[in-house]
């Protein structure tokens, strides 16, 4: 099953988290069963003054980090939902947004009050540039 649409929706408000200065982080977290990959954190990093995403893959034994535009985040990230992830968190300052897969693999979207009172420190800088 592809989950590029529903997955595409929950990645506009990334996007669009970044682009207003709300974003404060993303995660792709509960695994099914157990397995080597745990976490995916996302974080915006500066790449020679361009804004760009952190993708930090966090396994039992170690962590590999990745760079990548914030386009090609995307498809890198889909990659890993259902497959280990059924769910991804985008924490704002406005609002936390789940996405969610449950057992028969249908997608919810569930918007809940803000964990973060502050946006990501790397997004403010830049974004005051």
């Known amino acids: 099953m592809v989950f590029t649409e529903t997955f595409n929706e929950f990645y506009e408000k990334v996007k669009i988290s970044l682009a ?3 974003f ?3 995660t792709l977290a509960k695994t099914i069963g157990n397995t080597e990959l745990m976490n995916i954190y996302v974080r915006p990093v500066l790449e020679e003054n361009d804004l760009q995403l952190e993708l930090k893959f966090k396994f039992q034994k170690e962590e590999i980090v ?9 498809p890198r990230l889909l990659e890993f939902i259902n497959n280990p992830f059924l769910s991804a968190i985008l924490f704002t300052t406005e609002f936390d947004l789940t996405y ?9 979207l569930v918007e809940q009050f ?3 009172g502050n946006a990501s420190e790397v997004l403010l800088d830049y974004l005051k540039k």
């Open 66 to 74: 990745e760079i990548h535009s914030i386009d090609s985040a995307f």
């Open 100 to 108: 969610k897969l449950n057992k028969k693999r249908v997608v919810s």
């Open 24 to 26: 404060a982080k993303l």
């Open 20 to 22: 207003d200065g709300t």
């Open 114 to 116: 803000p964990t973060f």
